[in-house]
């Protein structure tokens, strides 16, 4: 069976850090990746989008990045955080193809 | 712009009553309504509805979808304080879901 693996869990991080939150998938090939964001009161948004490895489409312009070294690993990145990247971070996978995604347990990200 | 739109955002009901989660929709390239449960951390899923009229059923959970009228229902019967949670529906656009702000829903004793 497919399981997902987002960590770490929590982080606190001061403003100006780097960020790297990592997200690998298993029981499955070349699976649709994505990280979303949800912020406190707010629905989840999505924020990069990967189809295959080296292939990430942003749907929001921001301080992130991402990146698919291999075919089951989603990386989020920023190389200087600030307060407004604090939120719930949840990476999720689905079958190309599918739109029913499943979800890691998420990360919450608190920036000081 | 694609827009999924829930109501009502919050909600308090005693243990046995009956629920109804409403969500519309207006998403492009449209393919299917997803619901799901987040209690504390991962969303898990619920429903995917494809077909409009055709109920979606599990337990006491049950959701249909209105391809004509844009929207969704997520009916749950004899509510437990296990259904606490946050409800999400999201539209398929073929690449992704498109999430609305949720509904919270706090099941009391």
């Known amino acids: 069976s497919q399981t997902i693996h987002q960590w770490p869990a929590t982080l606190v991080q001061p403003v100006g850090s780097p960020l790297s939150l990592e997200c690998t998938v298993e029981?499955?090939?070349?699976?649709?990746l994505y990280w979303y964001r949800q912020a406190a009161g707010r629905g989840l948004q999505l924020l990069f989008y990967s189809v295959g490895i080296g292939q990430i489409s942003s749907e929001v312009p921001q301080n992130l990045s991402a990146s698919r070294p291999q075919d089951r690993q989603f990386i989020l990145s920023s190389k200087k955080l600030l307060l407004s990247d604090s939120g719930f971070y949840l990476c999720?996978?689905?079958?190309?193809?599918?739109?029913?995604?499943?979800f890691g347990q998420g990360t919450r990200l608190t920036v000081v | 712009e694609d827009k999924v739109v829930q109501s009502p955002l919050s909600l308090v009901v005693h243990e046995g009553d009956t629920v109804t989660l409403n969500c519309s929709y207006e998403v492009t390239n449209f393919r299917s309504l997803l619901w799901y449960k987040q209690e504390k951390k991962a969303p898990t899923f619920l429903f995917m509805l494809?077909?409009?009229?055709i109920e979606k059923k599990s337990g006491r959970l049950s959701s249909i979808l209105d391809k004509k009228e844009l929207f969704s229902i997520l009916n749950i019967t004899a509510t437990q304080t296990g259904d606490s949670a946050i409800y999400l529906c999201?539209?398929?656009?073929?690449?992704?879901?498109?999430f609305g702000k949720g509904t919270s829903l706090l099941v009391t004793p």
């Open positions: 999201a539209g398929e656009s073929g690449y992704a879901l498109n």
């Open positions: 999720a996978w689905s079958i190309t193809g599918t739109g029913l995604a499943f």
């Open positions: 494809t077909s409009s009229g």
């Open positions: 029981g499955t090939s070349n699976p649709n």
